[in-house]
Nanobody
């Protein structure tokens, strides 16, 4: 069973940066997809970025392109989300999610295709 543990959330001022980490374990195969989702109060959970293992192909939602970078350390089975130029609208609980197959990278993935989720980490950006 895949287990995901997020870390790295916190509070920053607008324009600041944060690094999120998602430590994964239990993947039965070498091909998998890990995504970062976020959910703000009163809003639906949305995919922010994803990465496919091995291929390192990625997807970013439009609002974070050029500011966020997703990367992976395959040896550590850890996926990172570097968030720069944070804005108050980035405030949300950020979740790591995994799927034991590759994800398409040409459209925003729905939450329903991911079978494993972390507990979430809070990101708060003040103006």
């Amino acid at each position: 069973q895949v287990r995901l543990v997020e870390s790295g959330g916190g509070s920053v001022q607008a324009g600041g940066s944060l690094n999120l980490s998602c430590a994964a374990s239990g993947f039965p195969y070498s091909e998998y997809c890990v995504a970062w989702f976020r959910q703000a109060p009163g809003k639906e959970r949305e995919a922010v970025a994803l990465i496919n293992s091995g291929r390192s192909t990625t997807y970013y939602t439009d609002s974070v392109k050029g500011r966020f970078t997703i990367s992976q350390d395959s040896a550590k089975e850890t996926v990172y989300l570097r968030m720069n130029m944070l804005q108050p609208e980035d405030t949300a609980i950020y979740y790591c999610a995994a799927r034991v197959s590759y994800c398409a990278t040409i459209y925003k993935p729905p939450a329903t295709i991911f079978s494993s989720w972390g507990q979430g980490t809070q990101v708060a950006v003040s103006s």
